[in-house]
Structure formats: structure tokens, C-alpha cells
């Protein structure tokens, strides 16, 4: 009986800990405005700061010198004044309001797109394939470039086409994809892991104890699962390719998982603890009487 109770009480905490994912990944997943303030906080970051401003200007090289051959006005400004000189302007723009404000609109469109791969729904300008998220990078410049130059200079630098891809070591397509299964399972795991329980403190004595170890159990494997999150959040830094931006895309779409995981599995951890005090003060007044 006893062995049967602790396989109850392995696959409950695993039922638990998965809802308890699922149900910290739906609410993130449902509401963007944490993810925006996280990547607002983020662009404040030299290093973030720094590989925006480094891309841009790799973008706005690349322009100028494809331009050098049609004769446009991007192309005279470049053989005027130089392709680099031009490009180490351009990214001082990430310095200012305008780019803050288009920051903070292109954060919510990455977000909408990583919640849309999350629930298996199409989306245009983000596209997560394995390590790399794609995204558009046209609607963070645009508002940028049009408010400080004419149309036509404007169109020039920046292809309404043009992406970014974000390459993270950690593996934010399976992880989205997983995450997004556990939202559509975590009433039916949490009805496992809540049945398995019940079970567990029904089949035979020390009743008290048992749901205690099984509480326990359960606070340590959401515990450890807040764990994994943290350790994916660390691992998506790792790239060589721009691993500070990485690293806070993971962190700002992860950051409420790790929270709410690590509120449950404290709470969870407390009741066991007055579970199996009183379960203790229960059995020593029966050996008593």
C-alpha cells in the first residue's frame, strides 16, 4: 500500500508542478503590458542599448552602400559624407523619445507574436524557429526615420520588408510550444494532481502525514521548476549574436513564470510544514490517550 501511496504522491507533484506552469504561462501569455515595461526597463541597459544601436548601424551601412550604385539620395549622402559617419549618426536616434516610444510599440508586437506561436495562431511579423525569433523590424524604424527625414530618404532606408533575427541558446520554440500545450492542459492536470492527492490521503493511516508529503512534494518540484525557468533565462544569453537583447526577450516573456511558480511552491511548502505539525500533535495525543 505504502508503495502505491508514494507513486500517488511522485505523479501528483509532477501533475501539480505542470499546472502550476500552465497557469503561470496563461497568464503572462494573456496580457502584455509586464513583457512592455520589462523591455522598456531593458532598452535602459548598456548592453541591450549597445546592440541595438550596433545593428542599426550595420542596417544603415548596408543601405547606404546598396544605394551607392542607383544614384538615390541615400547614395549622394554617402559618398558625401561616408556610409560609416552617416551610420554612427542614425544610432544616436536610439537615444531619444521617438525611438523609446517606437520601442515600446514594436515590444508589444514581439510579445503578440510569441504569444501567437505559443497558442499555434499565425502572425506576420514574428515567426519562432527553433533558437531564432524573426521579427519585423520595419514598424520599430519607420516611425523612427519618417519623423527626421523626407519620404523619399526614408524609403531608402528602411525596406518595409527588412527583419531582425534574435538567435537565443536556449530553444524558445519548443519552450513556447511546450508551454502553450500546458495552458490548454492545466485544468486537466491540476484535476490529476488534486485526484492523486485526494487518493493519496485516503488509502490508509497517517492521513495528515501523507498529504503533508505530498504537499511537500509538490512545493519542491514547482520549486525546482521555477529553477529550470531561471536556468533558461541565464542560457539564452549565451549566443555570440546579440545575447544581451536575447536574454531580455527571454527574461520579460518568462519573468512572471519563475514569480508565480515561486509563490506556489512557497505556499504549498507552508501548509505541509502545518500539516506535518499537526499531524505530529495529532499522533503524539493518541499515543498518549
Do not use: C
Not at 50 to 64: D, L
Not at 95 to 104: G, K, L, M, N, Q
Not at 130 to 150: D, E, K, R, W
Not at 252 to 276: D, E, F, P, S
Amino acid at each position: 500500500m505504502s508503495f502505491f501511496r508514494a507513486i500517488f504522491v511522485f505523479l501528483a507533484g509532477l501533475a501539480i508542478a505542470l499546472a502550476s506552469l500552465g497557469f503561470a504561462a496563461q497568464a503572462s501569455l494573456n496580457s502584455g503590458e509586464q513583457f512592455t515595461q520589462d523591455m522598456n526597463t531593458a532598452l535602459t541597459d548598456p548592453a541591450v542599448n549597445a546592440e541595438i544601436k550596433q545593428s542599426i548601424q550595420t542596417e544603415v551601412t548596408a543601405a547606404i552602400q546598396n544605394s551607392a550604385q542607383g544614384g538615390n539620395v541615400l547614395g549622394q549622402l554617402g559618398a558625401t559624407f561616408g556610409s560609416d559617419a552617416i551610420a554612427s549618426q542614425a544610432a544616436k536616434v536610439v537615444d531619444t523619445e521617438v525611438f523609446a516610444r517606437a520601442w515600446s510599440d514594436w515590444s508589444s508586437l514581439l510579445f503578440q507574436g510569441l504569444a501567437d506561436y505559443a497558442y499555434q495562431r499565425p502572425n506576420d511579423n514574428v515567426s519562432v524557429k527553433g533558437n531564432n525569433i524573426v521579427v519585423a523590424v520595419a514598424p520599430l524604424l519607420q516611425p523612427v526615420v519618417g519623423s527626421g527625414v523626407t519620404a523619399q530618404l526614408a524609403d531608402s532606408l528602411v525596406d518595409p520588408n527588412q527583419t531582425v533575427k534574435i538567435t537565443s541558446e536556449a530553444n524558445l520554440g519548443a519552450i513556447l510550444t511546450g508551454v502553450g500545450h500546458l495552458v490548454e492542459l492545466r485544468w486537466a492536470l491540476l484535476a490529476i494532481g488534486g485526484g492523486l492527492a485526494l487518493l493519496v490521503f485516503l488509502m490508509g493511516g497517517r492521513r495528515l502525514l501523507w498529504l503533508a508529503l505530498t504537499l511537500a512534494w509538490m512545493a519542491l518540484v514547482v520549486v525546482a521548476l521555477a529553477g529550470v525557468v531561471t536556468f533558461v533565462q541565464e542560457q539564452a544569453g549565451q549566443n555570440p549574436q546579440m545575447p544581451a537583447m536575447a536574454q531580455a526577450i527571454t527574461a520579460a516573456l518568462t519573468q512572471g513564470w519563475t514569480l508565480n511558480l515561486l509563490l506556489v511552491g512557497a505556499g504549498m511548502g507552508l501548509l505541509a510544514v502545518v500539516l506535518a505539525i499537526v499531524a505530529s500533535a495529532t499522533r503524539k495525543r493518541n499515543v498518549a490517550a
